[in-house]
C-alpha cells in the first residue's frame, strides 16, 4: 500500500480479475522509453568523434543536424525523380543535415551496418560542405568499419 499524498490516507493499488497492477509501475520523473531520433543522434555524435583530431577542430564552424526525414521542398525534384536524399550541407549556413529514415533504409539496402553508413555520409556531406575528397575527412571512407 501507498499513501495518497494529497490526504495523507493509504491507497489500495490492487489486481482485479488478474488484469495486472493498477496505476503507474514507475515514478513521474522516470520515462518510460527513448525517443526514436535520440539513439541515431548519439550514432551520430560517435561518428564524429571517431573522424580524425584536425578535422574535428574544424567541427567547432560547423553545425551537424539530424532529422527523421527531409522537408518537402519546391526546390527539391519530385521523389519519383530523385535519388533518395541521404543528407544535405549548406556551405552558407555551415550546417550538415543527415536524415534518419533515408539512412536507415539504405543501411538495409546496401546491407551495411547503419553505424558505417551514418559515418561515411557524414564525411560524404562534410567534404562537400569543404570542398575537399571523403577520403580527406575520414581516411576510412567506404571501408567497412
Known sequence: M???????????RRNRH?????????????????????PF???????MGALPADVVERLDSVEVLSLNAPVADEHQPSP????????????????????RWPLIMEARRARRPLKDVVADRLAYELSALWGEAPEQID?????PR
Do not use: I
Open 41 to 47: 543522434s548519439q550514432m551520430v555524435g560517435r561518428a
Open 139 to 143: 581516411p576510412r571512407f567506404g571501408l
Open 80 to 99: 519519383e525523380d530523385a535519388a533518395p536524399l541521404l543528407g544535405t550541407a549548406d556551405p552558407a549556413r555551415g550546417r550538415v543535415l543527415l536524415y
Open 18 to 38: 488478474g488484469r495486472g497492477a493498477k496505476g503507474r509501475m514507475l515514478p513521474p520523473q522516470l520515462r518510460l522509453r527513448r525517443h526514436p531520433m535520440e
Open 2 to 12: 501507498t499513501s495518497d499524498p494529497a490526504s495523507n490516507r493509504p491507497v489500495r
